[in-house]
């Protein structure tokens, strides 16, 4: 593979970055084979046993819950960001760090990425998908830098990921755009996961129209 051929490299970057803050994309549903829900809460107290604070949607039912609950209970920082009408509606942890409401589901999003170090997918519908979808995209343009990991419970993300492959296949996106993201099986991997990412940068953007 020749040096054009490589994902872009963040200027500086270092091969065992230290990570802070990490971005949680989860569900809030209660209907889900509860090994989601195991799988959420294990994450939960993975990432607070290394010292990571958890930032996700504020949410205290299904995964959302289930992971807030499991960094709690390993003593770790977690913070939630709500809209106003979810607040309204009582659908908020009332146990987390911090607890940030916003206006809409946009800001909700944005604030979400804010300082975060990177993100990670656990299995859910269409709002988390939507979250995820946006965050690649966000990465192809240079504009979020950091690892997307997908927690892929139950072989969840197979579908999904074998969708992207056939757009690379396909010339919708370049071959570089697959080291956009990775795959692990288990919570317990999202650790080594973050720091042998590829790294990123906004160079990124020199090949995202094709």
């Excluded at 106003?84 to 987390?96: A, N, P, T, Y």
């Excluded at 300082?115 to 939507?130: D, H, K, Y």
Aim: hydrophobic share 40%.
């Amino acid at each position: 593979m020749g040096p054009v051929d490589q994902p872009p490299h963040e200027a500086n970057t270092n091969p065992s970055r230290r990570v802070n803050a990490i971005t949680v994309f989860c569900a809030s549903s209660r209907q889900c084979d509860t090994v989601y829900h195991d799988a959420a809460r294990r994450l939960g107290q993975v990432l607070a046993g290394n010292g990571i604070t958890v930032v996700y949607g504020g949410g205290a039912i299904g995964s959302m819950g289930a992971l807030a609950d499991g960094a709690l209970a390993r003593g770790g920082r977690v913070i939630g960001v709500l809209p106003r009408f979810m607040q309204e509606l009582e659908w908020g942890h009332k146990g987390l760090s911090e607890l940030h409401l916003v206006d809409d589901m946009r800001q909700r999003k944005e604030r979400m990425l804010e300082g975060s170090q990177g993100v990670v997918a656990l299995p859910g519908g269409c709002g988390t998908l939507e979250e995820l979808f946006e965050v690649i995209t966000l990465k192809r343009l240079g504009l979020f830098v950091h690892p997307i990991i997908l927690v892929n419970t139950r072989r969840f993300f197979d579908s999904l990921v074998q969708l992207l492959s056939l757009a690379i296949t396909e010339r919708f996106m370049d071959q570089r755009h697959a080291a956009m993201w990775q795959v692990v099986s288990e919570p317990e991997e999202v650790p080594g996961a973050l720091e042998a990412a590829p790294p990123w940068s906004r160079d990124a953007r020199r090949f995202a129209a094709l």
